[in-house]
């Protein structure tokens, strides 16, 4: 079992940035595949950002590149989410997601294990 945290949520201004973490915890928690997803209300959960078990490869959405960026520290065991430029479009519900597999893939499916989520908030 691995157990999930995110962290880094809150209100920000357009324009903002926020910093998103995720920490993994359990057995043969380490240095797993980890996506980042979101959930806006009423709509589904998309893709926003992934990276490999070694932080040598990472993968992004279309509406997030260049402004995103995801790293991983694996002395804390985190995956973090850095986010720049935020517009009021990027609200939503944050979640990040591992699982035991070879890549990290851009599909919900890819995931075993999730985190609870954070709220990740953008006025205009």
């Known amino acids: 079992q691995v157990q999930l945290v995110e962290s880094g949520g809150g209100l920000v201004q357009a324009g903002g940035s926020l910093r998103l973490s995720c920490a993994a915890s359990g057995r043969t928690s380490s240095n797993l595949p980890t996506g980042w997803f979101r959930q806006a209300p009423g709509k589904e959960r998309e893709f926003v950002a992934a990276?490999?078990?070694?932080?040598?490869?990472?993968v992004y959405a279309d509406s997030v590149k260049g402004r995103f960026a995801i790293s991983r520290d694996s002395a804390k065991n985190t995956v973090n989410l850095q986010m720049n430029s935020l517009k009021p479009e990027d609200t939503a519900v944050y979640y990040c997601?591992?699982?035991?597999?070879?890549?990290?893939?851009?599909?919900?499916?890819?995931?075993?294990?999730w985190g609870q989520g954070t709220q990740v908030t953008v006025s205009s």
């Open positions: 990276i490999n078990w070694s932080g040598s490869s990472t």
């Open positions: 997601a591992v699982d035991y597999g070879p890549t990290a893939g851009r599909r919900t499916t890819d995931y075993k294990y």
